[in-house]
């Protein structure tokens, strides 16, 4: 699959990366139809916060369709269209 990186502050690249795999059982799968930029994804390409080189986003501010979950979602199933949306992520933060 594509994956856009950050290379280094103001350069991003696109490069070939596996497919991701359930990890753990509260793990769940988006085919990414939609992204957008969050405000917060242009701290690092302006190089306001300091990450490595090569790094990956978080992944957030996407729509999606769910193609696989882990053993302890019981919110989403394949197929469901879902919205990623700042606000929800890890699901243990105060966020």
């Not at 280094?8 to 769940?28: R, Y």
């Amino acid at each position: 699959m594509k994956n856009a990186i950050l290379a280094q502050a103001g350069e991003m690249k696109i490069v070939d990366s596996p497919k991701p795999t359930i990890q753990k059982d509260d793990d769940v799968i988006l085919k990414v139809v939609r992204a957008c930029v969050c405000g917060s994804d242009l701290w690092n390409f302006r190089g306001i916060n300091k990450v490595e080189p090569n790094s990956e986003n978080s992944g957030h501010e996407a729509l999606g369709i769910v193609e696989e979950v882990g053993d302890a979602i019981t919110t989403v199933k394949p197929g469901d269209f879902v919205i990623a949306p700042f606000t929800h992520g890890c699901g243990h933060c105060a966020a």
